[in-house]
Protein backbone atom coordinates (compact mmCIF):
# COMPACT_ATOMS: atom_id res chain seq x y z
CA UNK A 1 0.00 0.00 0.00
CA UNK A 2 1.25 3.45 -1.20
CA UNK A 3 -0.01 6.52 0.60
CA UNK A 4 0.57 10.22 -1.37
CA UNK A 5 0.24 13.41 0.54
CA UNK A 6 0.50 16.65 -1.66
CA UNK A 7 0.40 20.19 -0.01
CA UNK A 8 2.03 23.82 -1.32
CA UNK A 9 -1.44 25.32 -3.02
CA UNK A 10 -2.73 28.26 -2.31
CA UNK A 11 -4.11 31.80 -3.87
CA UNK A 12 -1.19 33.91 -6.03
CA UNK A 13 -1.38 36.59 -8.05
CA UNK A 14 -0.60 35.85 -11.79
CA UNK A 15 3.63 36.02 -12.38
CA UNK A 16 3.99 34.66 -8.70
CA UNK A 17 4.92 31.44 -7.84
CA UNK A 18 3.98 28.32 -5.75
CA UNK A 19 5.97 25.19 -5.13
CA UNK A 20 3.83 22.01 -4.60
CA UNK A 21 5.04 18.55 -2.49
CA UNK A 22 4.09 15.57 -2.41
CA UNK A 23 5.51 13.15 0.34
CA UNK A 24 5.14 9.53 -0.42
CA UNK A 25 4.50 6.52 2.52
CA UNK A 26 4.04 3.00 2.15
CA UNK A 27 5.78 0.57 -0.08
CA UNK A 28 8.23 3.40 -2.32
CA UNK A 29 10.21 -0.08 -3.76
CA UNK A 30 6.87 -0.09 -6.10
CA UNK A 31 7.19 3.88 -7.26
CA UNK A 32 9.13 4.57 -10.38
CA UNK A 33 7.57 7.73 -12.45
CA UNK A 34 5.91 10.64 -10.34
CA UNK A 35 3.67 12.66 -12.12
CA UNK A 36 1.47 15.87 -11.22
CA UNK A 37 -1.90 16.41 -12.64
CA UNK A 38 -4.13 19.03 -12.58
CA UNK A 39 -7.72 19.32 -12.45
CA UNK A 40 -10.23 22.72 -13.34
CA UNK A 41 -13.73 22.86 -12.20
CA UNK A 42 -15.71 21.16 -15.32
CA UNK A 43 -12.48 20.06 -17.22
CA UNK A 44 -10.89 16.50 -17.37
CA UNK A 45 -7.85 15.73 -15.35
CA UNK A 46 -4.57 16.93 -17.46
CA UNK A 47 -1.17 15.97 -17.45
CA UNK A 48 1.51 18.58 -16.09
CA UNK A 49 4.79 16.97 -15.51
CA UNK A 50 6.39 13.67 -14.95
CA UNK A 51 10.00 12.27 -13.86
CA UNK A 52 11.92 9.33 -13.82
CA UNK A 53 12.93 7.36 -10.66
CA UNK A 54 16.60 8.92 -11.27
CA UNK A 55 15.08 12.18 -11.81
CA UNK A 56 16.78 11.73 -14.82
CA UNK A 57 13.64 11.98 -17.59
CA UNK A 58 11.37 14.64 -17.42
CA UNK A 59 8.25 15.07 -19.20
CA UNK A 60 5.87 18.65 -19.74
CA UNK A 61 2.62 19.75 -20.97
CA UNK A 62 3.43 22.42 -23.52
CA UNK A 63 0.93 24.79 -21.15
CA UNK A 64 3.79 24.37 -18.54
CA UNK A 65 7.04 24.51 -20.52
CA UNK A 66 9.57 26.84 -19.17
CA UNK A 67 7.64 27.80 -16.45
CA UNK A 68 6.91 24.43 -14.43
CA UNK A 69 10.09 22.57 -13.14
CA UNK A 70 9.41 18.95 -11.30
CA UNK A 71 11.83 17.35 -9.35
CA UNK A 72 12.27 14.66 -6.63
CA UNK A 73 14.36 14.01 -3.68
CA UNK A 74 14.40 9.89 -3.59
CA UNK A 75 16.04 9.81 0.35
CA UNK A 76 13.02 11.70 1.21
CA UNK A 77 10.57 10.41 -1.06
CA UNK A 78 9.10 13.71 -2.16
CA UNK A 79 8.31 14.92 -5.43
CA UNK A 80 8.23 18.81 -6.30
CA UNK A 81 6.57 20.89 -8.64
CA UNK A 82 7.89 24.96 -8.63
CA UNK A 83 5.97 26.82 -10.74
CA UNK A 84 6.81 29.93 -11.83
CA UNK A 85 5.22 33.04 -14.10
CA UNK A 86 1.32 31.39 -12.82
CA UNK A 87 -1.44 32.36 -15.28
CA UNK A 88 -5.22 32.57 -14.43
CA UNK A 89 -5.65 29.57 -16.57
CA UNK A 90 -3.17 27.78 -13.68
CA UNK A 91 -6.28 27.92 -11.46
CA UNK A 92 -7.37 23.95 -10.58
CA UNK A 93 -6.56 21.13 -8.09
CA UNK A 94 -2.86 19.94 -8.85
CA UNK A 95 -2.47 16.27 -8.00
CA UNK A 96 0.42 13.74 -7.76
CA UNK A 97 0.52 10.29 -8.56
CA UNK A 98 3.02 7.40 -8.69
CA UNK A 99 3.82 4.96 -11.89
CA UNK A 100 5.70 1.78 -11.99
CA UNK A 101 6.42 2.92 -15.63
CA UNK A 102 9.74 4.88 -16.22
CA UNK A 103 8.10 7.85 -16.97
CA UNK A 104 4.41 8.04 -18.22
CA UNK A 105 2.07 10.91 -19.50
CA UNK A 106 -1.48 9.24 -19.68
CA UNK A 107 -3.18 9.26 -16.71
CA UNK A 108 -4.27 5.60 -16.74
CA UNK A 109 -0.64 4.66 -16.18
CA UNK A 110 -0.83 5.90 -12.71
CA UNK A 111 -2.09 3.67 -9.78
CA UNK A 112 -2.06 5.72 -6.25
CA UNK A 113 -2.61 9.66 -6.22
CA UNK A 114 -2.75 12.60 -3.57
CA UNK A 115 -5.52 14.00 -2.28
CA UNK A 116 -5.03 17.22 -4.33
CA UNK A 117 -4.10 20.30 -3.60
CA UNK A 118 -5.94 23.62 -4.32
CA UNK A 119 -3.92 26.39 -6.49
CA UNK A 120 -5.61 29.53 -7.38
CA UNK A 121 -4.27 32.41 -9.63
CA UNK A 122 -6.16 35.65 -9.25
CA UNK A 123 -5.64 39.26 -8.37
Known amino acids: HVQLVDSGGGLVRPGGSLTLSCVVS????????MGWYRQAPGSQREFVAAISRAGTITRYADSVKGRFTISRDKAENTAYLQMNSLKPEDTATYYCAKSVAVVATLVGSYDYWGQGTQVTVAS
Open 26 to 33: GETTTINA
